[in-house]
């Protein structure tokens, strides 16, 4: 799929979605509300069989600012997801899921923020992030140790362990340059191993505004929870090798994060039938080994347990 350059927004907010029509309105009628223009609505749809194709043509013709709309094969998260950022025209690339909404200073406050940053140092950094209330007005997830921050999301994870929803932008380009990892054909790969990927290399801009609205729902789909463990266990493979080779170095703030992981990273390897040798060649430090080593009696013990309940 091309690529489009150069661009002509300075934000492209991106929906992918899935069978949402009863909610994507929740999105739109945020969009209209604005008061920062300067965007776009891309949204990619992943193959719905409701009314949303109807639902986002109306829009279209009567829309006071620019929707595109792109329809695939159903194909998972990750490729709506990479097929929105290579469409993208907007500057700044900024999710917001399709049935969730946001209060009408949302990119207005995200522009002042990334505006605050220093022209020589923008280069480092990769967005703003911001936090979330549900529709009942009430925080979710904890707010940053200050009203402004600049870290990354591993620092947040460990140093502040800091847990919850969060929403923020991020740079096109850099999405561009350092795509969503994948463990193979439509296999899904947890967002964490990309945003690791990003965190080592760029800081965020963390800021204590709520600007998103989460809506929890209980057939909320949006984090794909499997009950069994062998699907997308290549996926969540990757995750865990991840930990252990890209984050292993935050051990003492988290231990047992890590011991969890290592325990994971066997159980999901032995599902993916990844056998020892290949899990100890796919860690690349010799702590992370013995950790791996020293979790394999208990890894054992819960992939006996899946191969019973599964």
Partial sequence: ???????????????????????????????????????????????????????????????????????????????????????????HFLILDSDDSCVPQALERFDFHWQEIDDSLRSEFIGVTALCRNQDGELVGERFPRDTLDSDAIEIKYRYRLQGEKWGFLRTKVLRDQPWPLAGANEFVPEGVWWTKLAKQYKTRYVNEVLRIYHMEYDDDRLMNQSDPRRYAAGHVLWHQTILNEEIGWFRYKPLAFIRSAVQYARFSWHANDGVGTQWAGLSNMFSRGLWFICLPVAMAVTARDHLRF
């Fill in 1 to 91: 799929m091309s690529m489009v350059e150069p661009y002509i927004f300075r934000y492209t907010v991106f929906t992918p979605t899935y069978n949402r029509a009863h909610t994507l309105s929740r999105v739109y009628e945020s969009l209209k509300n604005q008061t920062f223009q300067n965007f776009e609505w891309l949204i990619v749809d992943d193959g719905s069989t409701d009314r949303t194709d109807e639902l986002v043509k109306d829009w279209i013709k009567s829309s006071p600012f620019l929707i595109r709309y792109v329809v695939l094969e159903h194909s998972g998260k990750p490729a709506a997801v990479m097929a929105g950022i290579a469409q993208a025209r907007g500057e």
